[in-house]
């Protein structure tokens, strides 16, 4: 179950909120270990970031007639209500076969559904997102995020054009699961910096 249930963005301090999460719910998935390093690197530069799994939110495809008998499913109600309460979304996907997974889609379809008295889009309209991919190949899911990219942006959410791909993803991280190629750990930490600097300046950023 969500620890969110706020619909409100923002901290009581009026900070903003990030939602950090993998497109893959593998156990020793690359692109997690990329989400936990992003995390960090928010957390690094003072935002209220929460690291999230997509496999607390195990959810069907999406169904008509399911959402017509009974409403979202726990799990998809729970995740969006996750995304709701932040501001921002730091998504780091795989690709799979030049796009982003299916888990990435159904989790964003069911999100995107609305609940009455809410307004259309309104878990995405007026966000941001950046996005990241690790491939063990070496275009690093470049070619995903394009897709993924495309999307986010035709429901409303700004995307940052700073992205970051991490080629040869196997040789990317240490046992404990930290990068340890200088230049992946510099673009993530770019990244968590303009993602800040985009809360902040949203005008300036986009
Ligand atoms: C169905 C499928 C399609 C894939 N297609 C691509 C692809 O187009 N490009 C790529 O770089 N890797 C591709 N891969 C390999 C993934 O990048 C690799 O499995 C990666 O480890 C998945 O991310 P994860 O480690 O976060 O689970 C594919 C894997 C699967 C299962």
Do not use: C
């Amino acid at each position: 179950m969500s620890r969110y249930t706020a619909y409100a963005t923002g901290n009581s301090d009026g900070s903003p909120r990030i939602l950090v999460f993998a497109g893959s719910t593998r156990a020793d998935s690359l692109n997690r270990k990329l989400a936990r390093a992003t995390a960090e690197a928010l957390q690094r530069t003072g935002l209220q970031t929460t690291l999230a799994d997509l496999r607390d939110y195990p959810m069907p495809i999406y169904d008509g007639d399911l959402e017509l008998a009974e409403g979202l499913p726990p799990h998809a109600k729970a995740f969006k209500e996750l995304l709701r309460s932040h501001d921002a979304f730091v998504i780091a996907s795989p690709e799979y076969n030049g796009s982003f997974p299916a888990l990435v889609k159904n989790a964003i379809d069911w999100a995107s559904r609305p609940e009455p008295g809410e307004k259309h889009l309104a878990t995405f309209r007026g966000k941001t997102a950046a996005l990241l991919s690790a491939s063990p190949g070496p275009g690093g899911g470049q070619r995903g995020l394009r897709h993924l990219r495309e999307l986010l942006e035709m429901i409303g959410v700004t995307v940052l054009s700073t992205q970051v791909t991490v080629p040869r993803a196997i040789e990317a991280f240490d046992s404990d699961g930290r990068l340890v190629r200088t230049a992946d750990i510099d673009a993530v930490s770019r990244l968590a910096s303009d993602v800040g600097q985009a809360l902040t300046a949203p005008a300036a950023a986009a």
